[in-house]
């Protein structure tokens, strides 16, 4: 089990940077509901699915999105301990997936099959930008340059690599199911503009309720300082180019990312490293 000591991370882990620290952040305000929703959608389409190898790979994505969820929402409690009190984002943050996000069996069975295709699309395209944001971040030198606390970024890599593994699952599934281009492109143009809103909300939200900011809110220059300091994605990457190759036709997310470089970074993360050594003792 993958675990990760906080005792030592500054709410501000990247070294006099509250807004890069903060726009990450957002990630462990945003991933454990998140993830909890993904496993629920996916097991909802787990008895449809008819290819036995997608069928395997359910179950390895489940337990590694239980583990992510878990992962973030420990680090929730450390920003609590420093004065950052996130239960109230994350509580509207479920009561908008539990709202939009889930099974409506009143619904005649053909509109039940294209609500599920629907909610698994939109999956399949945060997946995507999971996927990009996994990639960016075990290549990015930004952070390491800047000093950022080595455990965040052990974390922020050991989930990413672990994004970019199962990358295709959630798509593949969408694809058993028969779910068309059609779809996929509607939820990509319905995902990407709430998956924006819900982050530029938490970045004010953490923003404004960290003690050590005095309430500062964040500015479209920081991101464009962040961006070429290589801190953070840039917004041309993020808000442009990542939706519209996910819109391409063709489009399959195991051309997305290296699968080489996140088993290369999941073999030495220290935390990954601590936890194969626990299971051998």
Known sequence: MVRFDWSGTPAHWVPGDPFTSHVINVLHLLLP?????????????????????VR??????????????????????????????????????????????SDIPSLPEPARRLWL????????????????????????????????????LDLLRWHGAEEVEHRSLVFDVFDDLSGGYATRALAMLF???????????????????????????????????????FRLPGPWTLLVTTPLRYLRPGHHPSGEASSDLAAAYLSRSPAATAARAAGAA
């Open 33 to 53: 509901p998140g993830e909890r929703w993904f496993i629920r959608v996916v097991k909802e389409a787990l008895p449809h699915v008819k290819d036995p190898a």
């Open 56 to 101: 395997e790979a359910v179950e390895p994505f489940v337990l590694q999105e239980s583990w992510h969820a878990w992962a973030h929402r420990v680090v929730l409690d450390h920003l609590a301990d420093k004065g950052v009190d996130t239960e109230p984002f994350t509580e509207a943050l479920e009561r908008y997936l539990q709202r939009f996000g």
């Open 117 to 152: 295709l629907q909610r698994l699309a939109a999956v399949a395209a945060i997946e995507h930008f999971t996927a990009v944001l996994g990639q960016w971040v075990l290549q990015t030198q930004g952070l390491d340059n800047a000093g950022a606390d080595p455990v965040m």
């Open 191 to 229: 995902a990407a503009p709430a998956l924006t809103w819900w982050w530029v909300r938490g970045v004010q939200y953490l923003m404004a309720r960290d003690p050590a900011t005095g309430g500062a809110r964040p500015k479209w220059p920081d991101w464009l300082r962040s961006a070429r300091q």
